[in-house]
Each structure stands twice: as C-alpha cells, then as structure tokens.
Nanobody, 115 residues
C-alpha cells in the first residue's frame, strides 16, 4: 500500500510563499505522473499542477507563473513551490498520482492565505 504524506502548509499573507512537500512511501511513484490537488469545502478537488516521470509539467491557468512543481525521485518526494499566494489559493492541498490507479489520499496540508 502506498502512503502519501503532505506537509509545508500554513497561514501566510497575500504575496508570500510556501513550499509543500509530499513524501511517497513506495518507489513505484517514480514512474508515475504525480500531481498536486486542492480542495475547498463544498467544491470538488481540482488538479492544479502535475509532473511526469521525466519532469514535464503542466498547470492550471490560475497558478501559472506562480506555482512550480518539481520532484526528487531519489527521495520519492514531490514539491510545490507557491509564490505570490492569493486568498483564492486557500485550500487543503493533496498530492497523488494522476489518472487511473491513483493511490489512497493522504491527510493533506492546509494552506490559508489572508488578504
């Protein structure tokens, strides 16, 4: 069973930065496209950034130029550098494999951005 442990969230002011980390317990993740998702109460979880096993990245429009996803396959860890945070980025952030065969969800990490 694959476990995902997210960390790095917190309370920041608009314009500040955070770096999220996601440690994966199984090396199989090295071969998967991994993504960062976020969810706010009452809304569906959305995929905000993804990175292929080869390092190719994709972002939703609202975070392009502000968020950067990366991975360290030697540590089986995925990162999300979030700059110029805005109140609308407030959510619980999760990581997971993208597409079919995703892993069980971790507990997520709360990001709260005050205006």
């Amino acid at each position: 069973q694959v476990q995902l442990v997210e960390s790095g969230g917190g309370l920041v002011h608009a314009g500040e930065s955070l770096r999220l980390s996601c440690v994966v317990s199984n090396a199989i993740a090295r071969f998967r496209t991994m993504g960062w998702y976020r969810q706010v109460p009452g809304k569906q979880r959305e995929l905000v950034a993804q990175i292929t096993s080869g390092g190719g990245t994709n972002y939703i429009n609202s975070v392009k130029g502000r968020f950067t996803i990366s991975r360290d396959n030697s540590k089986i860890t995925v990162y999300l550098q979030m700059n110029s945070l805005q109140p609308e980025d407030t959510a619980v952030y999760y990581c997971n494999a993208v597409g079919a065969g995703s892993f069980s969800w971790g507990q997520g990490t709360q990001v709260t951005v005050s205006s």
